[in-house]
């Protein structure tokens, strides 16, 4: 089974800092989708980014990049010039390319972002 | 881009009655359909997978009597909490994924759906 894992409960940075966001994975698939999501207070999942394992490129939105290692099983967030509305429960989610398969989450980190 | 409705937000209920909750995907067919039960600062449990006109699969551990799930048409999804219980309150979230154009293989999510029990 497929498992996910974000080894930091909780990240601080400062506003307008950068900070990266663990999250490593263990599959034997060798094509799958990886996914951020953002939960802010209100818990409305918001999906950040998304990398397809069979891109070699790695995954930029505005702000939001990934750094996906995919012999590593590694796919950390980073997120560049921070602001307070970055605040939120980030979780790292992995789906096998199949049509129709569940999302599997890592446990979330908590991000809090300092003015 | 696509969007799934759900409903009610928060719902307060006495013990031992049974809620609904819906979920509605707007603008898409939602062939496949997950339900999530998310406690305080942790991360989403799926609870059950349906699938249009099947049978809801449930993870283990799951009471599939006490949480029926009905997936009836391409377009809702209900998940009845039967004879509820204090531990039953959570956050319920449904999500959806369909084969129409707009929505492709991406997962859409809910709005989410507080539920406590008195």
């Known amino acids: 089974a497929q498992t996910v894992t974000q080894s930091q409960p909780e990240m601080s940075v400062q506003e307008a800092e950068t900070v990266t966001l663990s999250c490593t994975y263990d599959?034997?698939?060798?094509?799958?989708?990886l996914f951020w999501y953002k939960q802010p207070p209100s818990r409305q999942m918001i999906l950040v980014i998304r990398?397809?394992?069979?891109?070699?490129q790695n995954a930029t939105e505005n702000r939001f990049s990934v750094n996906f290692q995919k012999a590593a099983k590694s796919f950390s967030l980073k997120i560049s010039d921070s602001q307070l509305g970055d605040a939120a429960m980030y979780f790292c989610a992995y789906r096998r390319m199949e049509y129709g398969n569940k999302l599997v989450f890592g446990a979330g980190t908590i991000l809090r972002v300092k003015s | 881009g696509a969007v799934v409705s759900q409903h009610p937000s928060r719902v307060i209920c006495k013990s031992g009655t049974s809620v609904k909750i819906e979920c509605r995907s707007l603008?898409?067919?939602?062939?496949?359909m997950f339900w999530y039960r998310q406690f305080p600062k942790q991360s989403l449990m799926l609870m059950a997978t349906?699938?249009?006109?099947?049978?809801?699969?449930?993870e283990q551990g799951v009471e599939k009597d006490k949480f029926l799930i009905n997936h009836a048409s391409l377009t809702l999804s209900t998940l009845t909490v039967t004879s509820a219980h204090p531990e039953d309150s959570s956050f319920y979230i449904c999500s959806a994924t369909g084969l129409d154009g707009s929505s492709g293989n991406t997962i859409y999510f809910g709005e989410g759906s507080w539920l406590t029990v008195v």
């Open positions: 990398q397809e394992a069979y891109k070699q």
């Open positions: 599959t034997s698939e060798s094509d799958y989708y």
């Open positions: 349906s699938n249009e006109g099947s049978k809801a699969t449930y």
């Open positions: 603008d898409f067919q939602a062939t496949t």
